[in-house]
Protein backbone atom coordinates (compact mmCIF):
# COMPACT_ATOMS: atom_id res chain seq x y z
CA UNK A 1 0.00 0.00 0.00
CA UNK A 2 3.48 2.26 0.40
CA UNK A 3 3.94 2.87 -3.22
CA UNK A 4 0.50 3.59 -3.75
CA UNK A 5 -0.74 5.63 -0.37
CA UNK A 6 2.59 7.01 0.65
CA UNK A 7 2.88 9.46 -1.73
CA UNK A 8 -0.38 11.34 -1.51
CA UNK A 9 -0.13 10.90 2.27
CA UNK A 10 2.97 13.06 2.09
CA UNK A 11 1.96 15.50 0.01
CA UNK A 12 -1.08 16.20 2.41
CA UNK A 13 1.44 16.19 5.37
CA UNK A 14 3.19 19.13 3.65
CA UNK A 15 0.43 20.89 2.65
CA UNK A 16 -0.70 20.58 6.20
CA UNK A 17 2.46 22.73 7.07
CA UNK A 18 0.73 25.73 5.57
CA UNK A 19 -2.24 25.91 8.65
CA UNK A 20 -1.75 27.35 11.50
CA UNK A 21 -2.89 24.20 13.53
CA UNK A 22 -0.36 21.94 12.09
CA UNK A 23 2.64 24.51 10.94
CA UNK A 24 4.65 23.63 14.15
CA UNK A 25 4.70 20.25 13.99
CA UNK A 26 7.95 18.15 12.14
CA UNK A 27 7.65 16.49 8.82
CA UNK A 28 7.12 12.75 10.16
CA UNK A 29 4.93 14.04 13.27
CA UNK A 30 2.50 15.64 9.99
CA UNK A 31 3.01 12.04 8.07
CA UNK A 32 2.25 10.12 11.35
CA UNK A 33 -1.11 11.94 11.82
CA UNK A 34 -2.34 11.67 8.09
CA UNK A 35 -1.71 7.71 8.65
CA UNK A 36 -4.03 7.81 11.45
CA UNK A 37 -6.39 9.58 10.58
CA UNK A 38 -6.38 7.58 7.51
CA UNK A 39 -6.89 4.67 9.52
CA UNK A 40 -9.59 6.02 11.24
CA UNK A 41 -11.20 7.08 8.30
CA UNK A 42 -10.56 4.21 6.76
CA UNK A 43 -12.97 1.86 9.72
CA UNK A 44 -15.40 4.72 9.91
CA UNK A 45 -16.34 4.22 6.24
CA UNK A 46 -16.43 0.73 6.92
CA UNK A 47 -18.73 0.78 9.69
CA UNK A 48 -20.72 3.00 7.70
CA UNK A 49 -21.05 0.94 4.46
CA UNK A 50 -21.84 -2.35 6.32
CA UNK A 51 -24.93 -0.49 8.61
CA UNK A 52 -23.20 -0.83 11.83
CA UNK A 53 -23.61 2.84 12.21
CA UNK A 54 -27.21 3.55 12.84
CA UNK A 55 -27.00 7.85 12.92
CA UNK A 56 -27.85 9.41 9.74
CA UNK A 57 -26.32 12.32 10.48
CA UNK A 58 -23.03 11.88 9.36
CA UNK A 59 -21.61 15.57 9.78
CA UNK A 60 -22.41 15.28 13.70
CA UNK A 61 -20.40 11.72 13.81
CA UNK A 62 -17.49 13.37 11.74
CA UNK A 63 -17.59 16.34 14.40
CA UNK A 64 -17.92 14.06 17.28
CA UNK A 65 -14.65 12.15 16.17
CA UNK A 66 -12.95 15.14 15.69
CA UNK A 67 -13.29 17.07 18.32
CA UNK A 68 -12.78 14.15 21.27
Known amino acids: WHAKWGPVR ?3 AKAMADHPRYADLDDATRFA ?7 VLHGLGLEIWSGRL ?3 DYERLIEELARP
Open 54 to 56: RTH
Open 33 to 39: LVGRASI
Open 10 to 12: LDL
